[in-house]
């Protein structure tokens, strides 16, 4: 591939907070039981064979840096290139839908400039896919365009996801929120260096914009082509798209092409193996490491060191790291966040139209 790097932004919040986010950033939300949201990102991107990404960070990093560390896991603990962690501007977290801040590129301009990259493939890591980058590349090479987006059409009403207004495979003009079949932005973008660079410079006067913000009235002279995604591609804004993505990892179709075809690198934990006892029951459910079951686990997603006990039942949940669920307790349509202990005989439904979040203990 031509040389690339990559930049990874995890300064935004979405305009609907959950509990899932108010104590960590929506870059750390676990995935799976054992993945992070952040991991989707970073490995497409080393899968690609770049070694040197930029991470920008939010002000409240700490789970953040807690699971991408130096990068170890995804080979980026390099003595040329690597994982760098850049600095978030201070207020520079949007609630408005913006992903790409000016405010937060141009205040590490100086990663771009200390580089001889060819291209800079941006990302955030709110959506969940799998591709190589190369592709999206080739398409911008053979374009001649000046940026090119990643997009796909829109498979659900969403508020939280942008979309463009399109003149044939031309972008001209932003939109938030989108509708089935509109074409929705997966917030990765290729660009040359020296181009990005140069946008910084012409926008550095409206900073508290959105980059595709400030090309509003300048789509005209900048040419941003749209290259259209065929895979599997899910959103992880609000409860409703984060918990129906976990839901569909219990298809084995999506699961081995976002898994099977190029690996999805995450923080190693090197647990235990679960443990299914006899006289329990688990269907159509994932459960990660160092996991106990002695009661009933269906159609769910069980995080490290669950306990369900005897007598207990989860159902169509998601229940993160170190939660026990007491002999007697159910659990249905519901988020549990991570170190909830549910006593015996306790009750948390929700329903399918309304998912419940037990806050993190």
């Not at 009933?296 to 306990?307: A, D, F, H, M, Q």
Request: hydrophobic share 40%.
């Amino acid at each position: 591939m031509a040389k690339a790097i990559g930049l990874i932004t995890a300064n935004y919040s979405t305009k609907f907070p959950s509990p899932l986010t108010d104590g960590r950033p929506a870059a750390s939300i676990p995935f799976l039981g054992r993945y992070r949201a952040v991991d989707f990102a970073l490995s497409n991107m080393v899968n690609c064979g770049i070694r040197t990404v930029g991470m920008i960070m939010p002000y409240n990093y700490r789970s953040l840096i807690d699971h991408v560390g130096s990068g170890r896991e995804w080979e980026l603990t390099r003595k040329g290139g690597g994982l760098f962690i850049l600095p978030g501007s201070a207020f520079g977290t949007s609630r408005t839908g913006s992903r790409f801040l000016l405010r937060d590129l141009i205040h590490n301009k100086v990663f771009l400039e200390r580089d001889n990259a060819d291209f800079v493939i941006v990302s955030a890591c709110n959506w969940v896919y799998n591709m190589d980058y190369n592709e999206l590349i080739d398409a911008h090479v053979a374009s001649g365009a000046d940026i090119t987006v990643l997009t796909q059409a829109a498979r659900d009403k969403d508020v939280d996801v942008c979309g463009f207004e399109m003149d044939g495979t031309r972008v001209k003009g932003i939109k938030h929120g989108v509708a089935f079949g509109d074409t929705a932005f997966l917030d990765c973008f290729v660009v040359a260096r020296e181009k990005l660079i140069e946008l910084l410079d012409w926008y550095k006067a409206n900073d508290y914009l959105d980059l595709f913000e400030a090309l509003t009235g300048e789509y005209e002279r900048v040419n941003v082509q749209a290259y259209n995604f065929e895979g599997y591609a899910a959103p992880l804004f609000n409860k409703e798209t984060y918990f129906k993505s976990n839901m569909d990892m219990l298809d084995p179709k999506i699961t081995h092409e976002l898994f099977s075809i190029r690996p999805i690198m995450t923080k190693a934990h090197d647990n235990q193996p679960a443990k299914i006892v006899t006289g329990s029951k688990v269907s159509n459910s994932r459960i990660s490491g160092s996991c106990r079951i002695y009661g009933t686990v269906t159609n769910s997603i069980l995080g490290r060191s669950v306990v369900v006990e005897a007598g207990a039942t989860v159902n169509n949940s998601i229940i993160m790291q170190g939660c026990v669920i007491k002999s007697g307790a159910r659990v249905e349509n519901a988020i549990v966040d991570r170190n909830n202990v549910l006593p015996e005989g306790t009750e948390l439904c929700g329903t399918e139209a309304a998912i419940l979040i037990k806050d993190k203990a």
